[in-house]
């Protein structure tokens, strides 16, 4: 059993008393507590697949994926996104391709996977007849796509049988229905800081998807056309709840907080109608949308927690608060101005069943540790930010409105939950995550397996390139990043 899969679940399984430093010492094994599920016994329990799932996420694994795909639906890809975008829309249909995965040597082959376009800004024309490809898109995967949905498919798949049908749904690669691909739009010259926000965030305690360096080729037309390094990453689901959580806590409430222009998943009243179930063909895509238990679901949890926390009441029982304080240290130290705290999205509040307490994923952290490239809101990627900072990326100095926010980590805020958040922040500092040598391992291990795939050999697409490279060009260094973050940390912490 890991010891940091552990500890990730030592923090989430255990209500801790506000204001206690959070531990560091390993769980105990599974003998000694029934309620935690080691990583190998969940993915027995799907597929098998527990070392498939270690090897591909593995920093140190060359991974290489081939996705086979005719033209013909290829173009559709771009119909749909036509479609849905005239619409105000995104696509939910996917098309179909074989795909291959080269896991340090070793080949996966799966036919009939589901692709579709996946992103919300990121969408965009990206292939026509007499160009073919001409922009880079990210994509999302499903093992389990049946392609037999009327109103998706002019000519639907005709199943041999119902069983062909039900081992079609529950297929999966490495124990994961679906895989999200993304090209380097944020340009990080060392392809790793998201991958090192996410371990941040696990060797504390948080939950968060695994990640990991990907070379994408795609094939089209008469030969595969390489794409450079795409990031692939995990889904946030209920499989991925089932890796990380003892069985009491699972069957919750999972929701994925989006923005809108007014005040996203900002957990104010104003967003309390924003509440729902994504359905793309009616356009209609709520703040927070309900990922499981969809089925006449009063999302009664969810409005509560937002009117407590909109009262001057009490609102601790709703939330694990050890949890959260942690959520927010690393989310500062990371410093994603993207996030539930600076720009009211990119989260995910899961409510563990056993208590209905609400825990908090980060996902599509993609602008940590100084990305500055085409967005830097603060000027200095973030790092003058006080950690006790009102100050959002909405607008002024003193303009937070998010109540959970307010009412734990600013100035004002009780006593016990600011001294606790300072800990995690002081003790997350002395960690490997704080010290630039560490961080260029993962780098020089990245540089060596991907150096020769990051050149994409579509004509016309060279600008979509990203060098490896450690002394960045388009964003802040690394270290300059850490620097200017500790200064400030060092200046204000005990403020």
């Known amino acids: ?50 070392g498939l799932y270690d090897e591909f996420f593995d920093v140190n694994s060359n991974v290489q994926i081939k996705i086979d795909i005719a033209e013909s639906e290829l173009a559709l890809i771009q119909s749909d996104y036509e479609t849905y975008a005239s619409k105000g829309s995104k696509s939910p249909i996917y098309r179909m391709s074989n795909v291959t995965f080269i896991i340090n040597g070793k080949t996966h082959v799966f036919e009939e996977v589901g692709i579709r376009m996946k992103g919300n800004t990121s969408r965009t024309n990206f292939y026509n007849q007499e160009q073919g490809l001409y922009h880079l898109i990210h994509y999302k995967l499903s093992f389990k796509q049946t392609f037999d949905d009327e109103a998706y498919y002019a000519n639907p798949k005709v199943w041999a049988s119902k069983e062909a049908r039900d081992e079609r749904k529950d297929r999966t690669f490495a124990g994961m ?115 499981t238990n969809k089925k006449n679901n009063e999302h009664i949890l ?19 608060m050890n949890y959260y304080l942690v959520y927010e240290a690393i989310s500062y130290l990371v410093g994603n101005p ?33 990305v500055t490239r085409d967005w830097n809101p603060s000027g200095d990627g973030m790092t003058s930010y006080s950690p006790y900072a009102k100050m959002t990326t909405m607008g002024g100095v003193d303009d937070q409105i998010n109540p959970l926010v307010l009412k734990t980590v600013v100035k004002g805020a009780p006593e016990a939950y600011l001294e606790n958040y300072k800990k995690v ?65 060092n200046q204000t912490i005990n403020d």
Request: aromatic share 16%; proline share 2%; charged share 25%.
């Open 338 to 370: 993207d996030d539930l705290r600076h720009h009211y999205n990119n989260y995910y509040i899961y409510f563990l069943k056993d208590t209905n307490q609400a825990i908090f994923i980060p996902y599509d952290f993609d602008r940590t540790f100084g």
């Open 1 to 50: 059993m890991k010891k940091t899969f552990l500890f990730v679940l030592s923090i989430i399984l255990s209500i801790f008393v506000v204001g206690c430093t959070p531990k560091t010492e390993d769980a105990p094994d599974k003998e000694d507590d029934d309620d935690i599920v080691s990583l190998d016994t969940k993915m027995d329990y799907v597929k098998n697949t527990s």
């Open 425 to 489: 922040i002081l003790e997350a500092m002395s960690t490997k995550f704080y010290k630039d040598e560490m961080f260029n391992e993962v780098y020089q291990i990245r540089k060596e397996i991907y150096d020769n795939a990051v050149n994409i050999t579509i004509s016309g697409m060279g600008y979509f390139e990203c060098l490896f490279n450690y002394n960045e060009t388009k964003n802040m260094k690394f270290s300059s990043y850490l620097s200017g973050k500790t200064t400030t940390i």
């Open 302 to 320: 969810l409005k509560t927690l937002i009117q407590t926390l909109n009262q001057d009441t009490d609102f601790s029982s709703l939330v694990n």
């Open 177 to 291: 229905e679906k895989l999200d691909l993304k090209w380097n739009k944020s340009f990080d010259e060392t392809y790793s800081r998201e991958y090192w926000t996410y371990e941040m965030y696990s060797s504390f305690g948080v939950l968060a998807p695994k990640i990991t360096s990907v070379n994408m080729q795609l094939k089209y037309r008469q030969d595969y056309e390489n794409l450079g390094v795409y990031f692939a990453l995990e889904c946030i689901d209920e499989l991925f709840l089932e890796k990380r959580l003892g069985s009491k806590h699972l069957g919750g409430d999972l929701y994925k907080v989006g923005w809108d222009y007014e005040k996203g998943g900002s957990l104010t009243m104003d967003t309390i109608n924003k509440i729902g179930v994504e359905n793309e063909d009616e356009s209609y895509f709520p703040v927070y949308d309900l990922k």
